[in-house]
Nanobody, 130 residues
């Protein structure tokens, strides 16, 4: 069974940090670009970041640039999203998603909804509140 599972969400104060993890089971991630998305209550899904299959290239939405960092460890079949200086408006369910053989351009366009991802996790809730 192929699946992605996110973890690491929770309650954090404004200005705080969280590290999300995305674990793959049933397949290996080394052929897949991994994107992070988020969806806040009552809002449309928003692309956050993407990382190439090798980890050599990353891209971030302008809203998180300089505060979020995505990384991966293909040996462990894991991808991460380090989130710093979190804001209340970033309260959302965060999802990781995999795109097989996505190049960097496809990775970026998938953030904007122009490509469908191949696999999605079920999400992890991040709540930024004092």
């Amino acid at each position: 069974q192929l699946q992605l599972v996110e973890s690491g969400g929770g309650l954090v104060q404004p200005g705080g940090s969280l590290r999300l993890s995305c674990a793959a089971s049933g397949f290996t991630l080394n052929r897949y670009a991994i994107n992070w998305f988020r969806q806040a209550p009552g809002k449309e899904r928003e692309g956050v970041s993407c990382i190439s299959s090798s980890g050599s290239s990353t891209h971030y939405a302008d809203s998180v640039k300089g505060r979020f960092t995505t990384s991966r460890d293909n040996a462990k079949n894991m991808v991460y999203l380090q989130m710093n200086s979190l804001k209340p408006e970033e309260t959302a369910v965060y999802y990781c998603a995999a795109g097989e053989y996505f190049d960097q351009a496809m990775c970026v366009m998938a953030l904007e909804g122009y490509y469908d991802m191949d696999y999605w996790g079920r999400g992890t809730l991040v709540t930024v509140s004092s």
